[in-house]
């Protein structure tokens, strides 16, 4: 079954910033988007953003204007810009296909952890 590898997770001091990749361990076809996701220790997983093939972009409101997904086509990865960290976006973050947009997510990787601490 096809997984979805994040990377570049880290320690940043808040209001600094990190970058995202994402892509699968061998190339998908015929889905609907990629999103990112996290959870933190005792919380449910949360959609953070997601990006359509067609790049329709979506944002949960708590990261609208500091975080930017974007996507490489050609390669089937997606990316997530993170600036103005904050000490709640602490998570292990998460990035998962969808066939379409009525469907489970699907792909999930081992994640990779985003530490916001001075």
């Known amino acids: 079954q096809v997984q979805l590898v994040e990377s570049g997770g880290g320690l940043v001091q808040p209001g600094g910033s990190l970058r995202l990749s994402c892509g699968p361990s061998?190339?998908?076809?015929?889905?609907?988007?990629l999103g990112w996701y996290r959870q933190a220790p005792g919380k449910e997983r949360e959609l953070v953003a997601s990006i359509t093939m067609t790049s329709d972009t979506n944002y949960a409101d708590f990261v609208k204007g500091r975080f930017t997904i974007s996507r490489d086509s050609a390669k089937n990865t997606v990316y997530l810009q993170m600036n103005s960290l904050k000490s709640e976006d602490t998570a292990v973050y998460y990035c998962?296909?969808?066939?379409?947009?009525?469907?489970?997510?699907w792909g999930w990787g081992q994640g990779t952890q985003v530490t916001v601490s001075s």
């Open positions: 061998e190339r998908i076809f015929n889905i609907y988007d």
């Open positions: 998962a296909a969808r066939s379409t947009r009525w469907t489970n997510p």
